[in-house]
């Protein structure tokens, strides 16, 4: 079957940061799109093209996207999975696995897939595109499947494909990001191939099995996490004989063959967090005992309490009489995602300790007790600042009438490298870097 785009009609079930974005991009390829999601909220929001997500593509924000693409009749958004699954060439899912307390909940896929299964039709593609632990199509997702009735690459077809991109990249990385996909078999392959280049133009790479691209998508990820693991422990180093990190990575990386990532106040977001734990469940399943991959995600993990104790070891007063203006509480620069956000744990470490947070973020949506809404509230009577997530409408120049609104002897504590020592001196405000 080789459908035009027009004619194709593709069911995502998951509107987040990777559904949206990849709905709207068929979308845009003149495919006839439906969202399911089971967030009430969310779907009336987007059937009113309303979002806060910050993806663009060519410089035309998301919003503006939505709302011509709903206007058009090629997205709309429904939870109402039934009419979506039966009316569907084409069933993409991008709902995830969250991890709590290391333990992956496979709950949300699950019912999202059973859900599939309830409605599936002979000649459809079912297109798992969710991070999962390695094994969990074949083991969990292809049985519900074939609960139908309905085999896999006999009566429909089903396939594996990673999802790479970077929020904030969504639509540029869809497009120009290589893919890896692995299908129930050659026409399963076959079919999940030809909806991928729909959207994208980059290579796509064919695996021999699911678990190849399931595993290969965990360590990309597990990687990003241990790089960043040894740069914040090159941090403690260079903070203890006295020299500047920053300085060290942008000298170090001149080599050809070193290519150091940036430290920071902790690893957050969705994806980086939770991968170790995805593989855990088959490492323990083979008797492993994986030793270098849980230390590095024990490094980041106590990152932010190595923040707080920087902030609170600046403090020119006792904490309890302490403010602290925080900027960004994004999971990392310009983005709008607090999900397991470092400076989240940095906050909850410093209000533990009786400080008073202040935290200014114009691109996160959700809202916190210590979060204000102007940069002025966050510095006025403050005693530092902590960067902690840059983000594009604050103007980080401004130092000397951010100290104005502030109490006697200013500090900040700069985890992104947005101030250096002359600058910071030149406004009156001791700096301290990572
Ligand atoms: N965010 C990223 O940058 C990124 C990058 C690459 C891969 N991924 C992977 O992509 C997947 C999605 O990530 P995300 O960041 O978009 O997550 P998200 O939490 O933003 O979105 C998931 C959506 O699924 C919905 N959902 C839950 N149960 C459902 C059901 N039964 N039916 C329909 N919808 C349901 C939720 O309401 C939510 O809106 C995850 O597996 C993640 O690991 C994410």
Redesign the pocket.
Known sequence: MNLMESERQVAI???????LPLALSFALKGCRVIG????EQ?VQDLNKGVTYHLEAKDGIPIQQILKEQLAAGRFRATTD?EQATKSSTDVIV????PVTDGIPDYS??R??VQ?IASYLRPGQLVLI????TPGTTRRLLQPILESSGLQAERDFYLAYA??????GRAFEEFENMPTLVAGAGEKSLKRAREVLSIVTRAEIHEASSYEVVETAKVFENISRDVDIAMVNEFAVFTKAIGIDIFEVIRLANTHKRVNLLQPGPGVG???LP?ALYYLLPRALEANLNLRLLPVARRINDETPRRIAGLILKNLPVPPSRAKVAVLGIAMKDYSN?DRLSPALKVIQFLESAGVTVAAYDPAVPHQYPFKVNSLEDALRGANGIAVLARQKNIDYEKLTEFRKLMKEDPFIVDTRNVYNRRQAKAAGFRLETL
């Open positions: 079930f998951g509107l987040g940061f990777i559904g399911v999601d089971v967030d969310l999975p991008t709902v995830g696995v949300y896929i019912a999202a859900t595109r969710s991070t999962v990673s999802e790479r991109i970077a929020e977001g969705y994806c939770n995602d």
